[in-house]
């Protein structure tokens, strides 16, 4: 036992992060403004290109609340302009209002990409493209290429258009307006922002608000937990702790089992944080869950062991190439390397893992979160191909499980 902290068992540590998450016995959607609990909860939905069996952005609503309309969602972050993107964990949607607390790290940006010679480099480009930008109003970049893109550079192969356009967004100078598929346009900020969305907020206030909406969403975190949630340096999230313990919204604490260097690590619980007597959700996650995504915070707190394998060789490959975590109880169970056939409106299993000591109920949970899961992308069954040591049936009709 730490001096002066209160302790938590691992159970109890579980069950307050979960619901802090956002987790319930019964999931349920409102059917006014659905994604508000999920959204209000998460602060962020972190973006990423895969779309294996659905976007990661769309997936956390789906754990916490079941089937929802995936346009309404769209509508949402896309077009009511409530909600704009930036690197707010990686690349992430976030309310409008929130966009200043990251002008610390647009200048950060600026700054380096200065230092390191990328501005000067592409300075002709990104001359063209605020002109562009500034005479015809949202674009793509492929709208902003001029002639033939042949100077392509390391960056994922990217033109130097795109080079540019990406440093002018982490600067904040560029910001994005709509996507087509997952293309995004691109406009200047203060033409598609609201004024408030542009006014900074400094630096060490924006460190203390974004710690304290990290330890709201997680509810009780190491120091090494709430830097990450919003990707801080931990030299800049340890003040805004030590302020947020002396005003009371954190609470020293310790959790059995959370060790580091053979010493109890130092945890804090948030004031508004409920111990659940009783929190025992299903759920399949994507890998990019703020409830996994940090993933010595998974292992910490459920000891489950995950990496994402889509860039490890196929041959190399443990479990698969996308493979989701699989919550049952409220303990993470297992992980099912999903893909969505939509030409055969099926929901393939394509492997399908239990963790060690996984509840017994696990094989029937993963049948009735799957065929929810089918249900919710339109598909009509799911086929299992028998990869894995999680046995589920071969194949079954998600109507009639979901």
Not at 8 to 33: D, E, H, I, W
């Amino acid at each position: 036992m730490t001096s002066g902290r209160a302790s938590l068992s691992a159970a109890q540590a579980r069950r307050v992060a979960l619901a802090a998450q956002g987790f319930t016995n019964t999931p349920r959607l409102r059917t006014r403004r659905p994604f508000d609990p999920a959204l209000e909860r998460l602060h962020i939905l972190q973006i990423d290109s895969v779309n294996v069996f659905a976007r990661s952005h769309y997936l956390p609503v789906f754990s916490r609340h079941g089937g929802y309309d995936v346009p309404q969602l769209d509508r949402l972050l896309w077009r009511s302009g409530e909600y704009t993107e930036y690197w707010a964990h990686e690349a992430a949607f976030l309310p409008v209002h929130d966009r200043g607390l990251f002008a610390w790290r647009m200048d950060d940006y600026r700054a380096r990409h200065r230092r390191e010679g990328r501005a000067g480099a592409l300075s002709s480009t990104i001359e063209r493209v605020r002109a562009q930008l500034a005479d015809g109003g949202p674009q793509f970049v492929r709208e902003l290429e001029e002639g033939p893109r042949a100077n392509r550079g390391p960056w994922w192969d990217w033109s130097e258009t795109k080079r540019a356009v990406e440093l002018m967004f982490a600067w904040g100078e560029v910001a994005t307006a709509g996507r087509e598929g997952f293309q995004r346009r691109y406009a200047l900020a203060h033409d598609v922002l609201p004024a408030p969305a542009l006014i900074p907020v400094e630096r060490g206030e924006a460190h203390r608000i974004l710690v304290e909406r990290a330890a709201q969403s997680l509810g009780v975190a190491t120091l090494a937990d709430l830097a990450d949630y919003h990707r801080l340096k931990a030299v800049d999230a340890k003040p805004a702790v030590r302020e947020l313990e002396a005003d009371g919204v954190l609470l020293p604490i310790v959790v059995d089992g959370w060790v580091k260097n053979g010493k109890p690590e130092p945890a804090w619980l948030h004031r508004d944080a409920r111990v659940p007597s009783r929190l025992a959700p299903d759920a399949l996650l994507t890998p990019f869950d703020p409830t996994v995504w940090f993933r010595p915070r998974a292992e910490r707190l459920f000891d489950f062991h995950y990496r994402i394998e889509i860039y490890t060789p196929k041959e190399k490959r443990r479990y698969g190439y996308y493979c989701l975590p699989l919550m049952v109880g409220g303990k993470l169970a297992g992980r099912i390397d999903l893909k969505a056939d939509r030409a055969s409106r099926a929901l393939l299993v394509q492997a399908a893992w239990q963790e060690d000591g996984a509840p017994a109920r696990t094989a029937e949970a993963a049948v009735e979160l799957l065929a929810r899961a089918a249900g919710w992308q339109g598909l009509d069954e799911v086929i299992a191909t028998g990869v894995g040591n999680l046995a589920l049936p071969a194949r079954f009709d998600a109507a009639q499980h979901a």
